[in-house]
């Protein structure tokens, strides 16, 4: 068994490196950080660079939205988890869709059946999501809404903006975000018939576009960086593709005639917290940087909350294990401690049987706990960015961010991101990474807790969540939509949809006619698949 | 010796792809040939399964649909004759269901932190001598 502290992260006595590669000396001194200025390169916090943080006073003046994911079964079933998690002290909500869902298709495509109500809640048309959120004050409470992909993305939240319409709140009261990330649709995740990319993108800034508009208070996009790190990218690649990706929207939303000051304080972004500790605290100090200075140098804004780099954490999944599953409170607490150093606006903490069911009550509930620990006992929320100064920290955000710097410029010099995306490079990067890390796993060098060193089974069995499926319910409700709908309507806004995806139009408020006439949301995306699918994912 | 040959699918709508990934890019450097054919119906699986005269049938779930797609699939094997294929599955596979699976003809489970050795070990014991089921 390993003992000494040389085994510790994939290092080994001569060569200490962090997860993602930059060297480490055993002790820093002044001499390390001797080009860093202060006032330059951290400001104060609320200040650029933001360095320190987005908010002057950090979490004494507002502290991070706790925002468990939840979303299992039926909307029923996700309603019921919603209403635990605010009683029990939760402050936004944070709701995951199963594939299918996410995906935009309907819940008895025959491909489904393993998958509905797995991973997510299944939702199929607008009555589902007046269920769904029914008694959840969506007014006043933030709603995360994980749809991943823009291929179902805009529909979906279709469904919720009709929804609120008939509870009678206006949508410029309405706060959350959604996920809509064309990464995630064509890197990260796969399924099939997928978008081509540069549609997929197209679809993610029509909602950007259309909350531009209509919904001053909603994050209309948040760029991934978590699920880039879960498809096998590191630190670094994370935290570039995140904001080569904010620059992509930008660029393409100035080209569609906004000003950037219109839309840029909405874009958020979504990163891992994972084992690193002071890799992933300078992560966040660096990107924030690097973001500010980006946005200053590209788009000249004068509100300076357009360059300001917001983001959620959700603490890491993969670095989670099936094996003595208990271990993973412990590290979820510690990521969730580098995602408070590290500025974080809003926070999930994976439950400890992530690797081996959906959470379970007990484990959404200790999670939750985690936070609450963090807030009320550890007294981390007392100061503003404490690490800041420490030539460690200082001299690794310096590092990371040119690194970030750099791999930017690799994206810039092949045509951008969505072009990087359909050559298959950014696939062919996640997966270098990724399997690199795979093998100093399997070989040992990597040393992972109770996978390959301290095996000895800890005699404890956790209860495994399960629940009934919910593909009966879904496949009733899609058969009454159908016979009850007036199926003319349907057909003529299905068709005034195409037409918008065909002239180049915004699609949001195609899609709003079309599920309020009645079209599920399966019906919908199967015109974006008509027109743009069939991408081959280069992924071998 | 002739390659070995292994099929690996996604099963409906799970979409993660990458330990399925890593495990073909590794069976791949071990020597073997690997046919990924992305998320597919189990009757498409089995039809790649024949056509390709694959010894390995590698199944890959993380969105908990291996209950309802891992037995069509080992039922579809079975009426077809090519139930000599030895299937491996891979993915977040609790430990009741791996027992049931394995029941009904699964060769091996390959839960979440696996070794991709492990992985490419068995298959190398297997297809050469046969071998009976494992539990990972």
């Known amino acids: 068994m390993p003992t000494d502290a040389s085994d510790a992260l994939g290092s080994t006595s001569k060569d200490y490196r962090t997860t993602s590669g930059i060297p480490v000396k055993s002790v820093y001194s002044p001499d390390d950080i001797r080009d860093f200025e202060p006032?330059?390169?951290l400001g104060n916090p609320g200040e650029p660079p933001y360095t320190r943080g987005v908010h002057r006073d950090m979490y004494r003046g507002r502290l991070w939205t706790i925002r468990q994911l939840a979303g299992f079964g039926t909307p029923e079933e996700t309603n019921g988890r919603f209403r635990l998690l605010l009683d029990q002290g939760a402050t936004g909500i944070n709701c995951v869709f199963d594939f299918v869902t996410n995906r935009g298709f309907s819940s008895d495509h025959p491909l489904a059946e393993g998958d509905v109500g797995q991973g997510g809640v299944a939702i199929d048309c607008l009555g589902d999501i007046v269920r769904l959120f029914d008694g959840i004050p969506i007014d006043d409470v933030s709603v995360s809404l994980v749809l991943s992909n823009p291929v179902g993305a805009g529909s979906i939240f279709a469904t919720y903006l009709a929804m609120a319409q008939q509870r009678g709140i206006p949508w410029e009261k309405l706060r959350g975000t959604l996920q809509n990330d064309f990464l995630m649709e064509t890197v990260v995740l796969t399924a099939p018939n997928i978008l081509e990319p540069s549609f997929s993108f197209r679809l993610s800034v029509d909602v950007v576009e259309f909350c531009t508009q209509h919904l001053p208070q909603w994050n209309p996009i948040s760029f991934a960086g978590y699920n880039y790190r879960e498809a096998g990218a590191d630190a670094v690649q994370e935290a570039a593709l995140v904001i080569a990706h904010a620059l992509a929207v930008a660029d393409e939303m100035v080209r569609r005639g906004h000003p950037i000051d219109s839309f840029a304080s909405r874009l958020s972004s979504f990163f891992t917290a994972d084992n690193d500790l002071f890799e992933e605290v300078a992560k966040y100090r660096a990107a924030?940087?690097?973001?500010?200075?980006?946005?200053q140098e590209r788009f000249s804004p004068k509100d300076p909350r357009s360059s300001r780099l917001r983001f959620?954490?959700?603490?890491?999944?993969?670095a989670l294990t099936a094996q003595q599953p208990l271990n993973n409170i412990t590290r979820a607490s510690y990521h969730a401690l580098a995602a408070v150093l590290g500025g974080a606006q809003s926070l999930h903490v994976s439950a400890y049987d992530e690797a081996l069911c959906l959470p379970s009550e007990a484990a959404a509930l200790t999670a939750l706990r985690t936070q609450q620990v963090l807030v009320h006992e550890t007294g981390v929320t007392r100061t503003?960015?404490?690490?800041a100064g420490s030539y460690y920290v200082e001299?690794?955000?310096?590092?990371?961010e040119r690194r970030i710097l750099a791999y930017l410029e690799e994206i810039d010099a092949l045509g951008g991101l969505v072009r990087a995306v359909e050559s298959g490079w950014v696939h062919r990067e996640l997966m270098g990474t990724s399997y690199d890390r795979e093998i100093?796993?399997?070989?040992?060098?990597?040393?992972?807790?109770?996978?390959n060193c301290f095996t000895d089974d800890v005699p404890l069995q956790i209860e495994l969540?399960?629940?009934?499926?919910?593909l009966e319910q879904q496949r009733a409700t899609l058969e009454e939509l159908r016979l009850r709908r007036d199926q003319d309507a349907v057909d003529r806004a299905l068709g005034r949809l195409r037409e918008a995806v065909e002239g180049d139009e915004n699609t949001m408020p195609h899609l709003i006619a079309a599920?309020?006439?009645g079209a599920s949301i399966g019906e919908c995306c199967d015109i974006f698949r008509a027109l743009h699918g069939g991408w081959h994912q280069p992924l071998l | 010796m002739p390659l070995i040959k292994v099929v690996m699918a996604k099963m409906g709508f799970d979409a993660h792809y990458r330990g399925a990934m890593m495990v073909a890019r590794h069976l791949v450097q071990r020597g073997m040939e690997v046919v990924y054919i992305g998320n597919r119906l189990p009757e498409e699986i089995v039809r790649t399964v024949i056509d390709e005269d694959a010894q390995v049938l590698g199944l890959s779930s993380l969105s908990g649909n291996h209950m309802v797609m891992v037995p069509r699939i080992l039922r579809l094997l079975r009426q077809e004759g090519v139930d000599r294929v030895k299937v491996l599955l891979g993915g977040v596979i609790p430990t009741e269901d791996q027992k049931e699976l394995l029941r009904q003809g699964v060769a091996a489970v390959f839960g979440t932190g696996s070794s991709l050795d492990a992985i490419a070990d068995w298959i190398e014991a297997a297809v050469d001598h046969g071998s009976g089921p494992v539990q990972a």
């Open chain 1, 39 to 41: 006032l330059r390169d």
């Open chain 1, 465 to 470: 969540f399960q629940f009934p499926s919910a």
């Open chain 1, 384 to 387: 503003a960015d404490p690490l």
């Open chain 1, 395 to 400: 001299h690794l955000t310096d590092e990371m």
């Open chain 1, 440 to 451: 100093a796993i399997t070989s040992g060098e990597k040393k992972v807790v109770g996978v």
């Open chain 1, 288 to 295: 924030r940087r690097v973001y500010y200075r980006l946005f």
């Open chain 1, 515 to 517: 599920v309020q006439a």
């Open chain 1, 312 to 318: 959620h954490v959700q603490t890491s999944g993969s």
